[in-house]
């Protein structure tokens, strides 16, 4: 996917993925990584989730990424945060007055160059929103940030259709990440496809897995 399909997504308003209620895995799940409150969480591709919210009512220093600025535009409004914008190396930063938030506008693969730590990281519908061929360069930036992850994936048979999102199967998360990371894969559901273009393709159902990864 490259960074052209995403914006026109954002410019047509075609936001299938974005959900307005806070994710219940997320909730339920995320305080097992036993991250210390206060300390930095990082959201890669992070569109306008409501997910930051939530992060931030846990006392996190929230830090998403994102692309577009529509999408981050629409985030401080939906949210009624004020901010303000500042240049940061290769993003735009936009930073809430309280500081305890900001989404850098730019493209995530250059997030090393900032030379930041983060204490955390949640992934939800971003590393299913990269390509096969874009996904390695996101598994060497997860080795590299070294902070505990929270992880959402999507399976089904991905030769009946592509994606977005894209599944992704147990053995690849496993493979890419083991060296770095302890992997628990905590929950496991099938859910039915709400997708129309999905359900053309006769994929009725696919399984949605929760993994939590911590630092060897
Ligand atoms: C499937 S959406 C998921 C958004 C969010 N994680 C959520 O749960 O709603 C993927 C998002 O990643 C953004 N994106 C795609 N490629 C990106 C990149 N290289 N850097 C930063 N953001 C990117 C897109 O603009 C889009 O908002």
Redesign the pocket.
Known sequence: ?D?KF??E??ESKNLG???DKI?AHLVNFFPELSIPHESSIL???????I?LIWLLKQGFQVTG????SI?IQDFFKEQNISYTKEKLGPYTSWQANNHKLRILE????NILSLEDSFTGIY????L???PQS?RQDYYKILRALKAPIFLITVEYDQKKIDG??FSISEKEVVESLKESFHISMRHSEKRESMSPRFLEKGIKDIIQKVYLLKKL
């Open positions: 996917m960074q995403w914006l997504c954002w993925f974005n959900q994710n959201i890669p591709l992070c569109g306008k989730s997910d990424v994102e692309l577009s999408a730019g493209d995530f693969f992934d939800r519908a971003s299913v929103a990269l874009m977005p999102p």
